[in-house]
């Protein structure tokens, strides 16, 4: 599967931003979906994920209440809707995919299809 995400930009601390990931492929529904950031000088990290066959939602402790992942089927599309954005939000977002669960879904080295990534500035 091959992804795409957008919908990144430029927000003021409290704001809220909804990033998109297009997938190609017609086994969308089968993949579990995940979302990661990367801030300047620092790891890639985990943000949300959705298990599929489990139809779970995961999430970082730093993002819970705040973001919220979900896939639309019909247009082989997962969001990440972002509420209360705060600066240490800042980072670039990428979108990835792994068609067999994996309980370490928090760890990047799980998975190898990846979006281009959009960057997320939270600054006043």
């Known amino acids: 599967v091959q992804l795409q995400a957008s919908g990144g930009g430029l927000v003021q601390p409290g704001d809220s931003l909804r990033l998109s990931c297009a997938a190609s492929g017609r086994a969308f529904s089968g993949y579990n979906m995940g979302w990661f950031r990367q801030a300047p000088g620092k790891e890639r990290e985990f943000v949300a994920a959705i298990r599929r066959s489990a139809n779970r939602v995961y999430y970082a402790d730093s993002v819970k209440g705040r973001f919220t992942i979900s896939a639309d089927n019909a247009k082989n599309t997962v969001f990440l809707q972002m509420n209360s954005l705060k600066p240490e939000d800042t980072a670039v977002y990428y979108c990835?995919?792994?068609?067999?669960?994996?309980?370490?879904?928090?760890?990047?080295?799980?998975?190898?299809?990846w979006g281009q990534g959009t960057l997320v500035t939270v600054s006043s």
């Open positions: 990835t995919a792994r068609l067999i669960w994996n309980v370490q879904y928090y760890n990047p080295a799980q998975y190898d299809n």
